[in-house]
């Protein structure tokens, strides 16, 4: 399944916005325009429908509250919205449409309480909150049908959907240093701390294929590296990757993660979280710590690597050499367009100038990331003390 | 030696030549691959390393409009072009070079040989040329990947330079193309004559 279309109203910093989104979508802001506050959408519906004590109000309170969430220029209707449309995959007609619209209770302990709950399929509309039940029990209100699973049967489908979806940041000191740190790993791992860990419970042959297929693709972007295997410590049992690099003496090029660059880690971990699931995959600045030989391969990369689970990617980026690949349609893009008084995502083949460079034959890195520039960025090196 | 190219295809393209006429000479860095204006932008930073260090570039020519190539490169680089320098254009765009090899091609993109057309340099915009070829591919994966999605406005599919990356490294006969590309062949001399 993939999501195909997504309206905000009053969420975080975008006060009403609607796009659409395909197989691969980029998008691309100035700092601090929202970009992943439009990721956090995304993992909002997941912690709402996790399986491990999820529902509305946790996923509220892990974002700091209603009012956190609410965008600071919702004017007349204080409620947060989101609609988003579902597709079996981006060539079919069969959808699915989630519509959830909160506020707070107009008086007492003013908790976040549904006001609208509407779930479509193909069009028909399957659920309608509040409902009767709803009139005589207002309690049913802090609670979303979505997290319920007496109340999802019949669109249990979407609810699941949510509940996978994943969102990668990896960081490599966190992985390297995973022992010394002893952090706390949080529920789903964004951060990649117990990557290690999720590779070594994979099964063995779709482990091994994962990692051929990943050495594969390593080879072309990491100098010298020539196999990467998968070992466990013999006296700890701990779980580890070792690369062999060549070597004028043989076999004295193995390393293990702890002496691989970040760049390499964090290209392990996302081609790793690509082959992994099938759900939506949220990625923050894959390009970080990747030289930008490897990062303008990103784009076709990702796809590549896609097509064989089919699994959607939303990514967020900065980058001009990721986006220098021509095959990146203007239908892919989404721009956070910071001009007015809240952010407004927009979908690049909506705006004409951008998408007539592309049609033209510039890449999406040529014809937008001026946009995102701060306007005053000239002054920012004079700025000094 | 440094190698200068306008783009990812073009530089596949002259690292397959320099390997093939000239097998021990050492490509030390590449630069480039961000188009045309980037080279434009880069030109004063050549010139003056042109002082001390061997520069290969290598253009598309659909650019050139109503100028020979070497009309341009005096406009460039001054008359005599500096020996430093071996500058070549790929006319109309490196697409033909890989065209003019018709049965590989043909092979690569699973479609049959009468498919790719019999072109020389005198046709233009071979871009569109090929992408007509790579629908008519019998491979869906081919299909896919060089042409953009049924609703997307981008002027070439997700994975085209990744496939056609794989075309010029692993499958391009660049005897068999310099036969038909004049621009080709003359590349690959002059290159002879400076490497």
Same mark, same amino acid.
């Given at each position: ?29 100035? =700092?601090?325009?929202?970009?992943? =506050? $439009? ?15 999820? #529902? @509305? ?70 659920? &309608? ?8 029990? +207002? ?8 997290? !319920?699973?007496?109340?999802? *049967? ?13 969102? $990668? ?8 240093? %995973? ?43 990491? +100098? ?34 702890? !002496? ?25 600045? +894959?390009?970080?710590?990747? =030289? ?20 959607? *990617? ?12 021509? #095959? ?16 407004? %995502?927009?979908?690049?083949?909506? $705006? ?12 999406? #890195? ?10 005053? /960025? ?8 | ?10 530089? !596949?393209?002259?690292?397959? /030549?320099? %390997?093939?006429?000239? +097998? =021990? ?21 050549? &010139? ?14 659909? &650019?050139? #409009? ?32 890989? /065209? ?26 071979? &871009? ?18 060089? @042409? ?7 002027? /070439? ?11 010029? !490294? ?26």
């Amino acid at each position: 399944m993939i999501v195909s279309s997504l309206k905000l109203r009053n969420w975080r910093n975008f006060r009403s916005s609607e796009i659409s989104l395909s197989q691969r979508t980029f998008v691309l802001g100035a =700092n601090a325009a929202g970009k992943s =506050n $439009l990721l956090d959408v995304f993992r909002f519906l997941r912690d709402i429908c996790s399986s491990q004590g999820g #529902g @509305l109000q946790s996923a509220l309170q892990l974002r700091g509250g209603f009012s956190k969430v609410r965008c600071l220029s919702a004017r007349q209707r204080p409620y947060i919205e989101i609609d988003i449309t579902l597709k079996a995959s981006s060539d079919s007609e069969d959808s699915w449409r989630y519509r959830l619209s909160i506020t707070q209770e107009p008086r007492g302990f003013r908790r976040p309480i549904v006001e609208r709950e509407e779930v479509y399929k193909n069009d028909e509309r399957i659920l &309608k909150r509040p409902n009767a039940d709803d009139d005589a029990d +207002p309690e049913r209100l802090i609670q979303t049908h979505l997290e !319920q699973v007496n109340d999802n *049967v019949k669109f249990r489908e979407i609810s699941r959907f949510f509940g996978a979806i994943t969102y $990668l940041h990896l960081v490599p000191q966190l992985l390297r240093y %995973a022992d010394a740190i002893s952090g706390r790993i949080i529920e789903t791992d964004p951060f990649g701390q117990g990557f290690l860990e999720r590779v070594a419970k994979t099964p063995e042959r779709s482990q091994k294929s994962r990692l051929k297929r990943i050495e594969a693709a390593l080879k072309i972007a990491v +100098p010298n590296l020539r196999e990467l295997k998968f070992e466990r410590d013999e006296a700890t049992g701990r779980p580890h990757l070792a690369a062999l690099y060549e070597h004028w003496r043989p076999n004295a090029g193995w390393q293990q993660e702890d !002496q691989f660059s970040d760049g390499t880690l964090r290209l392990i971990g996302l081609l790793w979280a690509l082959l992994e699931d099938e759900s939506l995959l949220l990625l923050e600045e +894959p390009e970080l710590s990747l =030289n930008s030989g490897i990062v303008q391969q990103m784009a076709p990369l990702i796809y590549r690597m896609q097509r064989q689970r089919r699994r959607q *990617v939303i990514l967020s980026t900065h980058s001009v050499d990721l986006l220098s690949d021509k #095959g990146i349609a203007p239908e892919e893009v989404v721009l956070l367009d910071t001009s007015g008084e809240s952010t407004q %995502a927009v979908n690049l083949s909506d $705006l004409d100038e951008p998408y007539s460079l592309v049609k033209a034959g510039f890449s999406v #890195g040529e014809a937008v990331l001026p946009k995102t520039i701060p306007r005053q /960025i000239e002054l920012f090196s004079t700025v000094s003390d | 030696m440094v190698l200068f190219s306008e783009d990812i295809l073009l530089e !596949q393209a002259a690292r397959r /030549i320099i %390997a093939s006429i000239a +097998p =021990n000479v050492f490509v030390g860095s590449t630069m480039g691959n961000k188009g045309y204006n980037y080279f434009a932008k880069s030109l004063p930073s050549i &010139k003056r390393s042109l002082n001390g260090i061997k520069f290969v570039v290598f253009l598309d020519g659909d &650019k050139l #409009g109503q100028l020979c190539p070497i009309q341009q490169i005096h406009q460039w680089f001054g008359d005599p072009v500096p020996p430093n320098l071996c500058l070549r254009f790929a006319i109309h765009e490196v697409e033909t070079w890989l /065209i003019c090899d018709r049965t590989n091609l043909a092979n690569f993109l699973s479609v049959s040989p009468n498919v790719v057309p019999d072109l020389d340099d005198s046709v233009p915009d071979t &871009k569109e040329v090929l992408l007509g070829v790579a629908r008519k591919s019998r491979d869906r994966g081919v299909r896919d990947d060089m @042409l953009p999605a049924a609703n997307h406005s981008s002027a /070439i599919g997700p994975a085209y330079n990744s496939r056609l990356t794989e075309f010029i !490294q692993d499958h391009w006969d660049i005897n068999e193309a310099r036969g038909k590309s004049e621009s080709l062949d003359r590349a690959c001399r002059a290159l002879e004559a400076f490497l």
